[in-house]
């Protein structure tokens, strides 16, 4: 046997080989066809391991959850029930240059001038000198006829003392004497004092301490907005520009951390909200409002001679808190992160100090502004603005001087703004 093997090799001959041993040696193989499905289940990562396999079977079961959310309610709770340390963007701050910051962490273009739509509106003069005498009676209202308990306002409580009244009592009357030329502002609603928030995630970070170290981690962001007012209508305003049209200008990208701003970290409830619930019909935003707070009133920045900071307060305002309405707006209609947009929103803003007015726009096009799905998106928001304007120069002895008729012009061609079937 095998001594017989061995001695075959040396000598350099052939094995013997016998076709038995080769019919012994093959397999028969199976003739029927493969089942068209598995017979058994794919073996799936555990949901509690600490691989990288199981985080990513976490993330993918809880946007499945996301998607198949019965209602908005609910969609909007289990985006925002991670609660973690994020940063909090105030509408006003006091951050040299805050409008770039506020464009990257929004994705934001800025673009000066106001659209074609806005501005095509045609206003006859005769609209004009009823409403004028409306204004000049708002603002004399405040500044002359009406006698206050507080003769002089405490500190940094002036515009609270003059501005928010004024600003309330001009909106009341000037949508309830323009609801003639526009039946859409007869169908609105007029907040007084809302609240809108919005939550979001846009980019990433490596937790640096604590037990979660050395994980990467969305970095969370939250704007809590407190308009003076603002007009909520029951259909959408049309698009400035189609949803996937290129415009110049390019987003600023900032390098550093939020909190080189600076930004500030805390933690508590993620809040979306417009001002109303999901279930109101008026759930799309019009126009918001602002009034600009004391400490960022014109003459102090002249004074601590930051007078190129001005414009850059009003145009961060008008990116923070209207990404934060539209934003919100989209997100009452099913979208988010994951899911992005399949039509702009679009909104409006007046910010003004009292005296000056400055006029933006805002359309949304993208929500997808997270790591893992801005990868390959070419969308940008929009928003566009014109410098602030003085409404008048003077109010003496119970008289408006100098008062301001483009500024009155742009604020009705705001107003009239509306869809194209009412």
């Known amino acids: ?36 499905s598995p017979l058994y289940p794919p073996v799936l990562p555990s949901l509690t391991a600490c691989s990288k396999a199981s985080a990513r079977r976490r993330a ?62 045609q206003v006859e003069a005769e609209v004009l000198s009823d409403l004028r005498s409306s204004v000049c009676h708002a603002l004399l209202q405040e500044h002359f006829y009406l006698k206050k308990k507080m003769k002089k306002p405490l500190a940094f409580a002036q515009q609270k003392h003059y501005g928010t009244p004024f600003l309330n009592n001009l909106m009341s009357t000037l949508t309830a004497l323009l609801g003639k030329r526009n039946p859409f502002l007869k169908d609105s609603i007029l907040d007084i004092g809302p609240e809108v928030n919005f ?6 970070r490596v937790v640096p301490r604590g037990h979660r170290r050395r994980k990467v981690e969305p970095i969370q962001f939250q704007i809590d907005d407190n308009p003076v007012c603002q007009i909520r ?99 009452y209609q099913g979208f988010w992160n994951h899911a992005d947009v399949t039509r702009p929103f679009v909104s409006q803003a007046v910010i003004c100090d009292g005296k000056y007015f400055a006029f933006f726009c805002y359309q949304l ?3 997808a502004l997270s790591a893992e799905t801005d990868v390959n998106n070419s969308r940008r928001n929009i928003c566009w603005g014109v410098e602030s304007m003085p409404l008048y120069e003077t109010i003496e002895d119970g008289d408006v001087k100098g008062f301001n008729d483009e500024v009155l012009k742009q604020l009705v061609q705001f107003l009239l703004n509306r869809p194209d079937q009412v």
């Not at 040396?10 to 040696?25: C, E």
């Not at 939550?199 to 990433?204: F, P």
């Not at 279930?279 to 600009?292: A, N, R, S």
């Not at 009133?297 to 007078?307: G, I, S, T």
């Open 1 to 36: 046997g095998t001594y017989r093997k061995m001695a075959a090799r040396r000598a350099g001959g052939a094995i013997p080989f016998t076709v038995r041993g080769s019919l012994l040696g093959c397999r028969v193989l199976h003739t029927e066809s493969a089942p068209d």
């Open 60 to 121: 993918e079961e809880y946007r499945q959850k996301i998607h198949a959310a019965p209602t908005i309610t609910e969609k909007l709770r289990l985006f925002t029930k991670v609660q973690r340390l994020k940063f909090v963007l105030p509408p006003q701050t006091f951050a040299l240059d805050a409008d770039r910051w506020y464009q990257s962490f929004t994705k934001t273009v800025f673009l000066p001038g106001l659209p074609e739509s806005v501005v095509c509106e």
């Open 199 to 204: 939550y979001w995630l846009r980019g990433e």
């Open 233 to 331: 209508v029951p259909k959408q305003l049309p698009e400035f520009v189609p949803l996937e049209s290129s415009v110049p200008g390019e987003v600023p990208v900032i390098k550093h951390s939020p909190d080189k701003m600076p930004l500030f970290k805390r933690q508590y409830e993620n809040k979306i909200f417009i001002g109303t619930k999901p279930e109101d019909p008026y759930c799309y935003g019009h126009t918001q409002f602002h009034l600009m707070c004391d400490k960022m009133k014109r003459d102090r920045l002249l004074k601590a001679k930051l007078q190129d900071q001005i414009e850059i307060h009003y145009r961060a305002n008008a990116v923070v808190s209207l990404f934060a309405w539209t934003g919100a707006q989209a997100m």
């Open 365 to 367: 096009n993208t929500l």
